[in-house]
Each structure stands twice: as structure tokens, then as C-alpha cells.
């Protein structure tokens, strides 16, 4: 009992330390200190140790010896090996997800996308995606695959930390991309399994090229100003 109390206040701790990584409250290259984040949640530093290891497994954090837990850098060359990864896990996602729904799966499923269509229209690119990528997370059941749904849940994290730099992009791409989710769903409807995996690639594919402009444009507003500071 003890040692489950134990685990659920890391796993606390470890969401409580992604969500200011996921933000941009800490920052890549910033290490994470823990007798602050002990101090802040009151919590002792072994506590916040056990956190920073299962944190690593959702990549937002490298731990070095003599350096202690590091936030991961984001970069181009990254943000592509991400996003290959979530294409290949969400595609066998979808078409298992395909293969397998029952009656009131597919009611479930119609009301997310009735969710999901709402919040592309109020602008809500956050709420959008995270009832998409949760939703996947969820199936665990219809995917009957606890290895394939461990390496995803893993990913989520640093999924959700791309996406947050596509908050301000435009309504326009959003649709977009709710137009590209909706291939997906209606394949799944009729059962195309295939045609679901493949518009599900078509997705986070257009996703990875909203992250990669977005990291780019704040890259070059990190330049300018790191320019304008040496003046």
C-alpha cells in the first residue's frame, strides 16, 4: 500500500514537472532543480528523483551523471524522428481500432468527433488535438497490444509539447488538419483499416510541418533578440 502512495505522488510529481516543460516554463537545456521542485510541492527529494526517472521515458528530460535531469532539446532533426514515431504507433492505433469497434464504440467515437469539430471551430488548437491524441491513448482494449499502447502513451508527452508551439497558428490550418482527422474517422467507420493507417500518416504529417514552421519562426525571434542583446 505504502509503496503504491509512493508511485502515484511520482507519477504526480513527474505531471506537475512535464507540464511546465510542455509550456515553456522550463526551457530546453535548463536543468531541473530538484530541491526547488521539493520545496514547491512540498515533497522530499527522493520523491521528485523517482519523478525525474519515470519523466525520462516520455523523453522531455535527459539525466546525466554529475548533471542531474536536463530538458531535452527540441530540433528540427527531432520534432521528424517524433513525429515518424507517432505516425507509425497512432497508424497501427487507428487500424486496429478499425478492425475491432463494436456498436457502441462508433457512438462513442461520432460524439469525439462531434467534440472535436467544436473545438476547431472556437480556434482551440490545444483542446483539438489533445481529444484526439488522448483518445488513441484510451483503446487499449479495441488495440489489445500493451506493448504498442506503452511505447505511445510514452510518446504523448513530447507529442503535446510539439503541438503546444502550433497554438497561434491559424484557424485555417486547423480545419485543415480537422478535414485530414476526419478521413480518418470516416475510414474507421467502414472499416478501411488501411485507409485509416494512411490518413493517419497524412495527419501528423501535416501536424509535424505546423510544429517545424512554428519552431522555426520562434528560433528566429530567439536569434533576433539574442542579436539585439549583444548591442
Same mark, same amino acid.
Given at each position: 500500500?505504502?509503496? *503504491?502512495?509512493?508511485?502515484?505522488?511520482? *507519477?504526480?510529481?513527474?505531471?506537475?514537472?512535464? *507540464?511546465?516543460?510542455?509550456?515553456?516554463?522550463?526551457?530546453? +537545456?535548463?536543468?531541473?532543480?530538484?530541491?526547488?521542485?521539493?520545496?514547491?510541492?512540498?515533497?522530499?527529494?527522493?520523491?521528485?528523483? *523517482?519523478?525525474?526517472?519515470?519523466?525520462?521515458?516520455?523523453?522531455?528530460?535527459?539525466?546525466?551523471?554529475?548533471?542531474?535531469?536536463?530538458?531535452?532539446?527540441?530540433?528540427?532533426?527531432?520534432?521528424?524522428?517524433?513525429?515518424?514515431?507517432? !505516425?507509425?504507433?497512432? +497508424?497501427?492505433?487507428?487500424?486496429?481500432?478499425?478492425?475491432?469497434?463494436?456498436?457502441?464504440?462508433?457512438? @462513442?467515437?461520432?460524439?469525439?468527433?462531434? @467534440?472535436?469539430?467544436?473545438?476547431?471551430?472556437? +480556434?482551440?488548437?490545444?483542446?483539438?488535438?489533445?481529444?484526439?491524441?488522448?483518445?488513441?491513448?484510451?483503446?487499449?482494449?479495441?488495440?489489445?497490444?500493451?506493448?504498442?499502447? %506503452?511505447?505511445?502513451?510514452?510518446?504523448?508527452?513530447?507529442?503535446?509539447?510539439?503541438?503546444?508551439?502550433?497554438? %497561434?497558428?491559424?484557424?485555417?490550418?486547423?480545419?485543415?488538419?480537422?478535414?485530414?482527422?476526419?478521413?480518418?474517422?470516416? !475510414?474507421?467507420?467502414?472499416?478501411?483499416?488501411?485507409?485509416?493507417?494512411?490518413?493517419?500518416?497524412?495527419?501528423?504529417?501535416?501536424?509535424?510541418?505546423?510544429?517545424?514552421?512554428?519552431?522555426?519562426?520562434?528560433?528566429?525571434?530567439?536569434?533576433?533578440?539574442?542579436?539585439?542583446?549583444?548591442?
Amino acid at each position: 500500500m505504502q509503496q *503504491e502512495e509512493i508511485e502515484s505522488l511520482s *507519477e504526480q510529481i513527474a505531471k506537475h514537472i512535464s *507540464e511546465q516543460i510542455i509550456s515553456g516554463e522550463l526551457v530546453e +537545456g535548463e536543468r531541473i532543480q530538484e530541491l526547488r521542485i521539493a520545496k514547491e510541492l512540498d515533497v522530499s527529494r527522493g520523491s521528485v528523483r *523517482e519523478a525525474l526517472l519515470l519523466l525520462e521515458r516520455t523523453h522531455l528530460i535527459q539525466i546525466f551523471p554529475r548533471r542531474g535531469a536536463i530538458v531535452s532539446e527540441m530540433s528540427a532533426q527531432q520534432v521528424r524522428a517524433l513525429f515518424d514515431s507517432c !505516425a507509425m504507433l497512432s +497508424g497501427q492505433i487507428v487500424q486496429r481500432i478499425a478492425e475491432t469497434w463494436r456498436q457502441h464504440e462508433a457512438e @462513442q467515437f461520432q460524439k469525439l468527433m462531434e @467534440q472535436i469539430q467544436e473545438e476547431c471551430r472556437h +480556434g482551440h488548437t490545444e483542446k483539438f488535438y489533445d481529444l484526439i491524441f488522448q483518445y488513441l491513448a484510451r483503446q487499449q482494449e479495441m488495440v489489445a497490444n500493451p506493448y504498442l499502447m %506503452n511505447f505511445y502513451q510514452e510518446l504523448l508527452p513530447s507529442v503535446r509539447r510539439s503541438y503546444f508551439l502550433t497554438l %497561434n497558428t491559424s484557424r485555417r490550418e486547423l480545419q485543415e488538419s480537422f478535414e485530414l482527422f476526419k478521413l480518418v474517422s470516416d !475510414a474507421i467507420l467502414i472499416r478501411k483499416s488501411q485507409q485509416a493507417t494512411l490518413f493517419m500518416d497524412d495527419f501528423c504529417r501535416h501536424l509535424r510541418n505546423l510544429v517545424l514552421e512554428s519552431l522555426t519562426r520562434m528560433k528566429q525571434i530567439e536569434l533576433a533578440w539574442a542579436r539585439r542583446s549583444r548591442r
